[in-house]
């Protein structure tokens, strides 16, 4: 890793750039990038098939592409189409939107340590479904009431930091108090609750693909197509606003508009991975970093590495969680636990800086 | 990570004889809420019995027992734990110099929460006095853990690597935690609780239990305000006065651990007081963490014991917990202060 490093620091310097013209279009290619989010993807088909063969009724990876083409027999065909492909493709959505929400949300306030963990939109999503969950209301609507707590959190957020602009720092703070005044409410429910109640609501909260459906998934590939894509869009704008606001004033960026584009982009994608999965910990923090350390500064393509970084580290804590252990546990569990050693190499490296 | 707050010189309070005036009139304004604090609650209580179970105590009378064993020790706990929290806020403020430090960073509330669910899970406990030791031990085994991790290596100890060691440490816990609370419901009925911080259903015996430790820690932390002060001019210019840097935030993190490891044991997390009353207080007292100090040995204890009133006021007749009321009295608190101060930087 260490190697790696040093590697992306001379490549820093000479960049592996290509110019590739499309038409009237020009674009900027980094190929060392372009190659990591191919074998990134590739192994993330590998484990994604992996994991389609796992389970308490083991099948051949010869069955497995059988049923997904349509063949096999009728049991195969059901355990791989209707259980396990809506996991793993819950998993492998979740961990992309996730892990972008962190960068851009890392990007947007210059902070490393900022992830919407901590700034109260997973808060929101929590405190609206436990409230729901309590009340003992229908769990069908659940995805749709932890998406309203999540964008209703990160307005408030937003508006309360408002004040002519939109500071990155001022947005963190506000952040943290929602997160905490919404934290505590949640804890109040759970108080209250009846114990199945808060049982259930604890294993919500902590964030898990298991029940997945083939309508979560379309929800998912859905906001995903859809956010993914502006997101990358923006990234060259983000750029030039970590420069400093007056740089970016200076060059010509619409300086709020553009910043309330890449927030709402960012708590949208969070909002939806957290509204299906719950808040699956730790992704949105820790992706990022990773992508940055392998691939270099957070741009257009590091960004998509990101994306998939995410997928493949959901998806695989998701198996951690299911085959590796004597219990089944939630993939948010696994995630957590996966974050300490994560934020120690870190600290190792920055001692390898000093 | 050092934030650049622009000070309205008017609000600070300059002469030194305003300053001890101030005070004086918040210790006045703690005891009413003392007094109150003996007061109000499920059934109300007179004057005259709350001050008769003081001094002229008769076991005869119901409501004279219900402030004897019930509203006393609950008083008693919160003082000790409000000015506890305040004092490990400041001086955690100081000595990293971040403004949004509290004794939080060093993993405490979480090495806390690790141990009462650990002991509840594998020994079946129920009772919060059983927790005391466990909570005191796993929050000072995670304050150990984090400060050996984050002064590995050259530069030792730095606020940036010790938030870094904090945010690792509180993950592997937050993780083993949540997986033990899913795994046994149990577990789970009688720690939830224990989790959203109170000062009710505390024996005093719990406090005696950790008197000493938060004696050493308030007493320690009020002889160090010098040295804080100069500890929050940032490394090179405490050096260059030849303070021993080190050597100085060791002893800061060991008197946080007594407070904050002390108040988790009794009280259970209680969030935001740590954090919120130094910012509190410096607009009254001006940046000399002597003064800070002083006045949040004062004002800890008013913020905690009102918030516990009001949780007592506001379900009546059952209760909301104190870490609750606080985190909601809190946040609003600490958004003010966002949109109100210059945060350049964070």
Known sequence: MIEAAARREDAGRRPPVRLVRFGGLAFRVNVRTLAMIAVSLLLALVLAAWALTLGSFRLPISDVVGALTGGGSDDARFIVRELRLPRVLAALLVGPMLAMS????????????????????????????????????????????????????????????????????????????????????????????????????????????????????????????????????????????????????????????????????????????????????????????????????????????????????????????????????????????????????????????? | MAVIARRDALTVISSRLMRSGVLALLSLALVFVCLLSLRVGSIGITNADALDALFDYSSESYEQTVVRTLRLPRTVIGLGVGAALALAGAAMQAATRNPLADPSILGINNGAAFGVVTAVFFGHLTEPIQFVWFAFAGGFAAAVIVYAIGSVGPGGASPVKLALAGVIVSALLSSWLTALLLLDQQTLDVVRFWLAGSLAGRDISIFYTVLPFLAIGIVGTLLIGHQLNILSLGEDTARSLGMRTGLMRLLVAALVVLLAGASVAVAGPIGFVGLAVPHMVRSLSGPDYRWVLAYSLIVGPLLLLSADIAGRVIARPSEIQVGIVTAVLGAPFLIALARQRNVAQL
Request: overall charge positive; proline content about 5%; aromatic content about 8%.
């Open chain 1, 102 to 354: 962190g960068a851009i949300f890392q990007g947007l306030v210059r902070n490393p340590l900022v992830s919407p963990d901590i700034i109260g939109i997973n808060a929101g999503a929590a405190f609206a479904a436990v409230l729901w969950i309590v009340t003992g209301r229908p769990l069908e609507v659940l995805p749709f009431v932890a998406f309203a707590g999540a964008a209703l959190a990160a307005a408030a957020v937003y508006l309360l930091s408002w004040q002519g602009n939109v500071s990155g720092a001022r947005l963190v703070l506000v952040g943290i108090g929602i997160n905490a005044m919404l934290t505590a409410g949640t804890s109040y429910l759970i108080i209250r609750a009846e114990i199945n109640e808060a049982s259930r609501a604890v294993l919500w909260m902590t964030g898990s693909v298991y029940a997945s459906t083939w309508g979560d998934v379309r929800v998912l590939a859905l906001a995903l197509a859809i956010l993914a894509p502006l997101a990358v869009a923006l990234m060259w704008p983000l750029r030039v606003m970590q420069v400093g606001d007056l740089t970016a004033r200076s060059v010509g960026l619409p300086l709020e508009r553009t910043r309330l584009a890449l927030i709402l982009i960012a708590c949208g994608l969070s909002a939806v991975a957290v509204a299906i999965a719950g808040p699956v910990g730790f992704v949105a923090l820790m992706v990022p970093h990773f992508a940055r350390m392998l691939a270099g500064p957070i741009g257009g393509g590091v960004f998509v590495f990101a994306g998939v970084l995410g997928g493949l580290l959901v998806l695989g804590s998701d198996m951690i969680g299911q085959h590796a252990l004597p219990v089944g546990l939630p993939v948010g569990v696994i995630t957590a636990a996966l974050g300490a050693p994560y934020f120690l190499f870190l600290l190792y490296r920055m001692n390898a800086q000093l």
